[in-house]
């Protein structure tokens, strides 16, 4: 993408200095428009060093995060991503709080078809914790699709 499609797209992060933030920050996520809105297609996305801190004990907490989605019309730009998921190192929520934050914040964002957003939490205290959450777009074809995967994701993990 040539400096010119960033600033029509009103991409900032793209090419630009990294400022890195110190605190959970959704206003760092940037989009730009999908140019195959008319197909259906997966996006997965994969951060394998995701770091957030315990809300109780100030410990550091890392994960893996796996965003996986269905674009309509906007799509989100991945160096705003990767601002986005580092602006919660030294934020304090639990796992599961992390997991639907960042799925809410990217359907704000892109509004897309459908979106399941996955934390591999590493151990602390000998136990895993691996929240999975997920959405489809109300009224459509992808709110059955987000039933059907939220119902059989127990299946699903066991499998994959």
């Known amino acids: 993408m040539s400096s010119d499609e960033r600033k029509n797209e ?8 990294t400022a890195y933030r110190q605190d959970y920050a959704p206003e760092v996520l940037e989009c730009f428009q999908n140019k195959h809105k008319e197909n259906d297609y997966w996006v997965c996305l ?3 060093e995701f770091t957030s801190l315990c809300p109780i004990t100030g410990q550091p907490d890392f994960a893996e995060i796996i965003i996986s ?5 906007r799509m989100v730009e991945s160096k705003s991503l990767k601002l986005y998921l580092f602006s919660y190192r030294n934020h304090g929520d639990f796992h599961e709080d992390c997991v639907n934050k960042i799925m809410k914040d990217l359907i704000t964002l892109m509004d897309p078809k459908y979106i399941e957003v996955t934390g591999l939490f590493t151990p602390r205290g000998g136990i895993s914790i691996h929240p999975y959450a997920n959405y489809g777009r109300p009224g459509t074809r992808y709110a ?3 039933e ?13």
């Open 10 to 17: 009103g991409l900032r992060a793209l090419g630009g200095k």
């Open 46 to 48: 994969d951060c394998p």
């Open 69 to 73: 989605y269905l674009p309509d019309e």
């Open 144 to 146: 059955e699709l987000a």
């Open 148 to 160: 059907y995967r939220l119902r059989n994701h127990a299946l699903q993990a066991t499998e994959g």
